[in-house]
């Protein structure tokens, strides 16, 4: 372990995420399903999805985009919301599978985790600690993306704040970095850096699960398989991904959704 992290232990900042006796109880390692719910046939979907061995699965009802959304279309309009989330309830009764969707704000909480089994915190929440101390106090699995900036510390930082709280059902989602990759006006989609490194520089120091996202982490589709695959080499827990039926004509992150049949491949490598 770093001089760094040995001190911020021994001064008591960081007790549990640095505790590598510890167990976090994690258990979902394939999840999949597109960025957002789009409309009803997201049940079809989710069955598709299970079927190339999904064990949860995932989509936002609240997106929030880069840019505000002025045009809404067919009711999405950075998701679908409310209605994402009775959609998302019929998913998890004809599925059986559990549920992966983002809270955006404290304030949301029981509305979203009356749905979902698995919370996810956004990247641009990575450090919203009033989100953060409130999904302490519960009892419900939260994956918590990694900021585009977070350092190693301050990921650490983020899981600890979960954590103190008494939650321990806490993975780590790393999904691509801030970076120039030098490749982008080439493959203009791609926005991110992958960060595959982090995966064994976490492993390290810490058992909180780590999952990573080559979907974000790449932004173009041909590259989620090869980098799922890095992922897993190089010691990730489980992978998220993006998987769209038409994935060209998806609402959100068309570029990076992969096709049922891929998504199978990537799934039968681990
Ligand atoms: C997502 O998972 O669709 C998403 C919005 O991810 P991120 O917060 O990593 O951008
Ligand atoms: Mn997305």
Not at 201 to 222: C, M
Request: aromatic share 8%; with cysteine.
């Amino acid at each position: 372990m770093s001089a760094f992290l040995e001190d911020l232990k021994t001064q008591g900042k960081l007790k549990i995420s640095t505790d590598l006796e510890r167990e976090f109880k994690w258990e979902y390692t394939k999840i999949a399903g597109p960025c957002s719910v789009e409309g009803p046939d997201i049940v079809e979907i989710a069955k598709q999805v299970k079927k190339k061995g999904a064990n949860a699965f995932r989509a936002g009802a609240y997106k929030p985009c880069t840019f505000p959304v002025i045009k809404e279309v067919n009711g999405w309009k950075e998701g679908l919301k409310k209605e994402g989330l009775r959609l998302l309830k019929s998913v998890k009764e004809e599925t059986g599978l559990p549920i992966v969707t983002e809270v955006m704000d404290a304030s949301m909480i029981d509305e979203v985790a009356e749905v979902a089994d698995i919370l996810q915190v956004g990247t641009r929440n990575f450090q919203n600690y009033t989100l953060l101390d409130a999904l302490g106090k519960i009892d419900k699995h939260v994956l918590l993306k990694r900021g585009t900036w977070g350092t190693i510390d301050e990921i650490l930082g983020s899981c600890e704040r979960i954590l103190v709280g008494g939650n321990m059902k806490v993975a780590i989602c790393l999904r691509g970095v801030v970076g120039m990759p030098s490749y982008r006006h080439v493959y203009p989609t791609v926005r991110w850096a992958p960060d595959i490194m982090m995966i064994p520089a976490l492993k390290e120091i810490t058992n909180i699960p780590v999952i990573y996202d080559p979907s974000h982490s790449t932004g173009r589709r041909n590259f989620v398989a090869p980098i799922s695959r890095a992922a897993i080499a190089a010691g990730a827990d489980g992978l998220i991904i993006e998987s769209h039926p038409d994935p060209d004509k998806s609402i959100s992150d068309p570029a990076q959704a992969i096709t049922f049949e891929t998504l199978g491949n990537i799934f039968s490598i681990f």
